[in-house]
């Protein structure tokens, strides 16, 4: 049985306006204006946000869409209201006309026998840890149950994280949340093998004072984080069941092992790479295809986005992924003279920050069940 699944990082899917923002409120410019009035000045970023985020949505939908996945999992998505706003309005009406061209000579019983292979009837957002409200979140042409993790503390891994005095250095007591947002746990029911995805946005990678290295300042935050995704899935089926499981790790893990093939020292992705627990598919693609954002200030193309495979899921599985990359911004070097969709910006508007990741899944009876 074959299944495409898929990941991607919307960049803060919201169905709220965000006062908080990236302009400074002191200097109240929207585009190339100043507008003195603090009133008028929220009225007009208001309406000036919801003509770009209508831009932006449009292409993320095209991004989603071609992905061609029957599941995606979701991060940066402000609720499951927000989620079917989207889909109503963005998503739903790409599915549909690309439905429509390739059922145009089936009849209706026929169209009807093959439209849930194109829609998305099923989706989820359970609210996580994060701050500012962006969750993960599933759309799925399957039926899936979802339990969130959001709730565990740093005490599910006491006996795994051996630098305490580190992590309490960064404020992580051990009663507090151990997941920035959520680790969700998708069970799909396929109608044949099992397969369960956990669908993750780790610690960002933002600098903890003036000047730092963000990637080093939180890395044994996401270590941690990492380390009880394991013990979840570990937990879930069994140490050596594990290996013959059908699962997949999705998610934007905001860390790399590598910089164009060439490992790059300090990660915190360890727990899940280093023994051969999970398989990264993307190591299939040349090193300079691996990207899934570009970071501008340094010029780096870096796998942040990931589908992690059990050891049995990845043997089964040889297809190399695809990365989507025409909703990135003509800001991105790398891409220069690439398909874009239209109305994408140097800037923006765009898709995301980050690129969509596919791949399909062949799912076999005999690594599916979990050891008695």
Same mark, same amino acid.
């Given at each position: 049985?074959?299944?495409?699944?898929?990941?991607?990082?919307?960049?803060?899917?919201?169905?709220? &306006?965000?006062?908080?923002?990236?302009?400074?409120?002191?200097? +109240?410019?929207?585009?190339?204006?100043?507008?003195?009035?603090?009133?008028?000045?929220?009225?007009?970023?208001?309406?000036?946000?919801?003509?770009?985020?209508?831009?932006?949505?449009?292409?993320?939908?095209?991004?989603?869409?071609?992905?061609?996945?029957?599941?995606?999992?979701?991060?940066?998505?402000?609720?499951?209201?927000?989620?079917?706003?989207?889909?109503?309005?963005?998503?739903?009406?790409?599915?549909?006309?690309?439905?429509?061209?390739?059922?145009?000579?089936?009849?209706?019983?026929?169209?009807?026998?093959?439209?849930?292979?194109?829609?998305?009837?099923?989706?989820?957002?359970?609210?996580?840890?994060?701050?500012?409200?962006?969750?993960?979140?599933?759309?799925?042409?399957?039926?899936?149950?979802?339990?969130?993790?959001?709730?565990?503390?740093?005490?599910?891994? +006491?006996?795994?994280?051996?630098?305490?005095?580190?992590?309490?250095?960064?404020?992580?007591?051990?009663?507090?949340?151990?997941?920035?947002?959520?680790?969700?746990?998708?069970?799909?029911?396929?109608?044949?093998?099992?397969?369960?995805?956990?669908?993750?946005?780790?610690?960002?990678?933002?600098?903890?004072?003036?000047?730092?290295? %963000?990637?080093?300042?939180?890395?044994?935050?996401?270590?941690?984080? $990492?380390?009880?995704? +394991?013990?979840?899935?570990?937990?879930? &089926?069994?140490?050596?069941?594990?290996?013959?499981?059908?699962?997949?790790?999705? %998610?934007?893990?905001?860390? &790399?092992?590598?910089?164009? %093939?060439?490992?790059?020292?300090?990660?915190?992705?360890?727990?899940?790479?280093?023994?051969?627990?999970?398989?990264?598919?993307?190591?299939?693609?040349?090193?300079?295809?691996?990207?899934?954002?570009?970071?501008?200030?340094?010029?780096?193309?870096?796998?942040?986005?990931?589908?992690?495979?059990?050891?049995?899921?990845?043997?089964?599985?040889?297809?190399?992924?695809?990365?989507?990359?025409?909703?990135?911004?003509?800001?991105?070097?790398?891409?220069?003279?690439?398909?874009?969709?239209?109305?994408? %910006?140097?800037?923006?508007?765009?898709?995301?920050?980050?690129?969509?990741?596919?791949?399909?899944?062949?799912?076999? $009876?005999?690594?599916?069940?979990?050891?008695?």
């Amino acid at each position: 049985m074959t299944i495409r699944i898929a990941t991607f990082n919307v960049e803060n899917l919201y169905s709220r &306006f965000d006062f908080t923002g990236k302009v400074a409120r002191e200097r +109240r410019i929207v585009g190339a204006y100043a507008i003195e009035d603090p009133q008028e000045y929220d009225l007009v970023r208001k309406s000036f946000e919801a003509v770009a985020s209508d831009d932006m949505r449009q292409l993320t939908a095209l991004a989603i869409a071609d992905t061609q996945a029957d599941i995606v999992c979701l991060q940066e998505v402000d609720s499951e209201d927000a989620l079917n706003l989207f889909y109503e309005a963005y998503l739903r009406p790409v599915l549909r006309q690309r439905f429509g061209a390739a059922t145009k000579g089936l009849d209706r019983e026929q169209r009807d026998h093959v439209s849930p292979a194109w829609f998305y009837d099923w989706r989820r957002v359970v609210p996580g840890n994060d701050s500012r409200g962006i969750d993960v979140g599933v759309l799925s042409r399957f039926p899936v149950t979802v339990v969130s993790n959001a709730n565990l503390t740093y005490e599910f891994v +006491r006996e795994l994280e051996p630098d305490w005095p580190a992590l309490e250095a960064l404020s992580a007591s051990r009663d507090g949340r151990l997941f920035r947002r959520d680790c969700l746990e998708i069970e799909v029911a396929t109608g044949g093998e099992p397969l369960t995805l956990f669908n993750c946005h780790f610690k960002s990678m933002q600098p903890l004072a003036r000047g730092g290295d %963000g990637r080093l300042d939180t890395m044994l935050l996401r270590r941690a984080e $990492a380390r009880g995704v +394991r013990r979840i899935i570990e937990r879930r &089926f069994g140490v050596e069941g594990a290996r013959r499981a059908n699962w997949a790790i999705c %998610g934007d893990l905001n860390d &790399f092992v590598a910089i164009e %093939g060439v490992a790059a020292p300090g990660g915190a992705l360890g727990p899940l790479l280093d023994d051969g627990f999970a398989v990264d598919p993307m190591t299939r693609l040349p090193p300079e295809e691996r990207w899934t954002h570009y970071f501008a200030a340094d010029d780096l193309y870096v796998q942040l986005d990931y589908l992690l495979l059990s050891p049995a899921l990845a043997a089964a599985s040889p297809a190399a992924p695809q990365v989507v990359r025409a909703g990135q911004p003509f800001r991105v070097p790398r891409l220069e003279g690439a398909p874009r969709y239209p109305r994408t %910006g140097w800037a923006r508007p765009k898709a995301s920050d980050h690129c969509p990741v596919a791949m399909p899944l062949e799912l076999s $009876a005999r690594y599916g069940a979990p050891p008695a």
